[in-house]
Each structure stands twice: as structure tokens, then as C-alpha cells.
């Protein structure tokens, strides 16, 4: 099945025929395994050298920094893609969007290893155990710390980031079938002008369908290594999100002015409220057109 919105973004994407389009999610995937690796040596570097006291003594801070570290690497090479527009549109024109994609790819893929961080249990990193007791307690699993036995801690945790897991995949799935693949890659932030308003159903749902989805995988990594960090590290992600949400509006209220301003008033960005349930679930079953 051909991906909608594939054709748009190949005719903004001229240098990139055939095959070469897929070096962007190469890119991003390449960002998301660099960072990850990148995460977990700065985790166990104070375990390798566990004779340098003050390594011993940071460990505890060290995947919190490096965790905010690549999530505001990510935001601001997304937020490139804004911040240079008009610089990059000016001088280049209509290859400016081609010119800058890469940045986007790029820090949209380093959102990936703050989600995975989430779901690593980071005491049982190798090659040996850390160094530092606040380390290991923040590391611990909260429910078992709350009085739940080991067993019924596993059993709760896996199915509740499993079925989180799905919705958020789902969701994901929808908007860009809904939506296509060059809402996605925000082609039309480059050529406004041929871009087109979305009557959508899910609008009237939620405002930003796709970071909703982004912060419930965040949430499933969370919960299925239910410890101080992955909350810490979740928060995280729940920032990067709402960071770039408030750039995004800045924008479309200038665009569309008191409309947009008026309707974001009544939608809610990243939930759902219960009384919009039914609608929210036929989306996610059958990723609703256009209408």
C-alpha cells in the first residue's frame, strides 16, 4: 500500500529520487542507536572507573544529565527546522526545505533513546553493579518499594506498558495514515501556501494527535521499568513534547490569529476527555479520512 503523502514529499525532496528518500529515517534511526549507546556508557562509565571518587559520587545525577542532555539536543535540531526557516527560505528557496529535513530527522530520532532510556533497568546494566546506593534505589521498581510482591509487580507492569504500548502505536499508525506522511515531515511549514486545512474529527478530539502518541509510548516505557528514573526520564520526555507544542502554536496563531487561539481554548493538546472516548477509539480502529 502506498503511503500517503509520499508523492508530496518526494517533489520537495528533488536531490533525494527513488530509494535515497529512505536516508532520513536511516538518519534518524542512526541518531536513535548513537544516542542510546550514548546514554548507556555515560550510565556505567563511573562503574568502569569506580577508583575516581568523584565519578562514584555523580553517578546517581549521571543518567538524569545525559537523558536532558539528548532530549535538548533533539528539541533544538527540530526547533532548527522553525528557527531558520525564513533565513533558509530566502536564501535557497524552494530547496531550503531539502536542505534542513536532516535536522529534523535527525532530532526526531534522538527522542527515541529518552523513551528507551525509560524502559532500561539501569541497576542491571553490565559488566558489574553501580557503585553508588542512590543509584540502585532509584533504579529500584517503585511497586515493589510500595509493599506489591515481585511476582504481581512483573505481571502488573508488563501488561499496563503492553496495552499502553499498543494505544500509542496505534495512534501514531492513525495520524499518519489519517494525515499523511508530509503533515508528518512538515512540508507545508516550508510551503504554506500549498497546504490544506484538515477537517478532521480527531481535531475536535485532541490538538496534537501524534505527540499524544509519543507521550503514551513514553508513558508504556515508563511503567514497564516502573523506577525513579523512568519517571524522571518520562517527565523528560512529557517536556520535549510540550516544548515543541508551544512552538508550533506560536506559529499557527500567527497564521490563522483569535481562530486558532479560540479553539485552543476548547481542545485539549495530549488528552482525551471522557466524553470524546468513542471518538477517540474509532480513529484508532479505523484511522478516520478526511472529511
Partial sequence: MKLKGIDKLREKLPAYPGRKIFLFPLKGLAAAILGYI?????????????????????????PILGTTFIGALAISLVGTLWRRRDSMKSQYGQLSYQMMIS???????????VIFHAATS????????????LTSLFSSLVLP????????????????????????????????????????????LYFPEESEV????????????????????GAAAMIFNFSIYSILFF???????KVQIRREERELIERFGDGYAEYREKVPALHVRPRDFREFFKFLRQGIKPS
Fill in 145 to 188: 518499594m510500595l509493599g506489591v510482591t515481585p511476582e504481581l509487580d512483573f505481571w502488573i507492569r508488563l501488561i499496563l506498558s503492553g496495552i499502553i504500548f499498543v494505544v500509542g502505536m496505534l495512534i501514531v499508525r492513525s495520524t499518519i495514515f489519517s494525515f499523511g506522511i508530509d503533515y508528518m515531515a512538515v512540508v507545508y
Fill in 38 to 62: 550514548f546514554l548507556i556508557v555515560l550510565d556505567i562509565i563511573p562503574r568502569l572507573f569506580s577508583d575516581i571518587p568523584l565519578l562514584v559520587t555523580i553517578e546517581p545525577v549521571l
Fill in 198 to 217: 484538515q477537517n478532521h474529527e480527531i481535531y475536535s478530539v485532541v490538538r496534537h494527535p501524534v505527540y499524544m502518541g509519543g507521550i503514551i509510548l
Fill in 122 to 133: 539501569i541497576h542491571l546494566l553490565q559488566p558489574v553493579q553501580p557503585v553508588n546506593d
Fill in 235 to 241: 517527565v523528560i520526555v512529557y517536556l520535549i513534547f
Fill in 103 to 113: 535536522k529534523g530527522a535527525i532530532g526526531i530520532g534522538l527522542i527515541m533513546p
